[in-house]
């Protein structure tokens, strides 16, 4: 079974710094999805990135980007120009490919302050 | 607009009742999903869904029961049997082609149950 790890629970962040939140699972699959998902007061999950294990380019979107590190199991998040809107409990989760079914696997969180 | 609603937004249930939370999605995903979330815990799966007349248990299925008579319908139903369901819970639902794009999961707003 796969597991995904988040080691630290909380973090805060100036608005417009850069901020890094960290990640490692464990698989023994070479192939596979990871997810950054953002949770915000209102408790709505919503993707915020996503990464294919097959490609090595890290995905961009906007102000987030993720760095890969596949040897390492490693898949953190960077966010950058921090606006106050990007505080929230961001969760990583892993997607197997393997099998029928396409749930995920969730990490424990990190919640996010950014200080104005 | 589509998307996915849950209802009621808050439940209160006795100790001993069973409870059914709603969730419906518009978006003609054949997947559907249940999660639960506890506090300082990611996102656990209760129970799953790929069509409709068929579902699979979770990780953490016990005490929990589910039906899916309809495509657009994953209602979840919480049983005397379980020890402990004060949580938030959480539904989802997915396309269940290959493509990356198409195993994004939809989340909708969640159900706070507490029990009295």
């Known amino acids: 079974a796969q597991t995904v790890t988040q080691s630290q629970p909380e973090m805060s962040v100036q608005e417009a710094e850069t901020v890094t939140l960290s990640c490692t699972y464990d698989?023994?699959?070479?192939?596979?999805?990871l997810f950054w998902y953002k949770q915000p007061p209102s408790r709505q999950m919503i993707l915020v990135i996503r990464?294919?294990?097959?490609?090595?380019q890290n995905a961009t979107e906007n102000r987030f980007s993720v760095n890969f590190q596949k040897a390492a199991k490693s898949f953190s998040l960077k966010i950058s120009d921090s606006q106050l809107g990007d505080a929230a409990m961001y969760f990583c989760?892993?997607?197997?490919?393997?099998?029928?079914?396409?749930?995920?696997?969730f990490g424990s969180g990190t919640q996010l302050t950014v200080l104005p | 607009d589509g998307g996915i609603t849950q209802s009621p937004k808050y439940l209160f249930r006795k100790e001993g009742q069973n409870v059914t939370l709603s969730c419906e999605q518009n978006?003609?995903?054949?997947?559907m999903y249940w999660y639960r979330q506890d506090p300082g815990q990611g996102l656990r799966l209760i129970y799953y869904?790929?069509?409709?007349?068929?579902?699979q248990k979770g990780d953490i299925a016990e005490g929990y029961s589910v039906s899916r008579e309809k495509k657009e319908s994953f209602p979840l139903t919480v049983t005397s049997a379980q020890k402990n369901p004060t949580a938030f819970y959480l539904c989802?639902?997915?396309?269940?082609?290959?493509?990356?794009?198409?195993?994004?999961?939809?989340f909708g707003p969640g159900t706070r149950l507490t029990v009295l």
């Open positions: 869904s790929q069509i409709v007349n068929d579902f």
């Open positions: 978006l003609n995903h054949d997947a």
């Open positions: 989760a892993y997607r197997s490919l393997t099998g029928s079914a396409r749930q995920l696997t």
């Open positions: 698989t023994s699959e070479s192939d596979y999805y």
């Open positions: 989802a639902s997915s396309r269940t082609s290959g493509h990356l794009r198409d195993n994004e999961q939809f």
């Open positions: 990464q294919e294990a097959y490609k090595q």
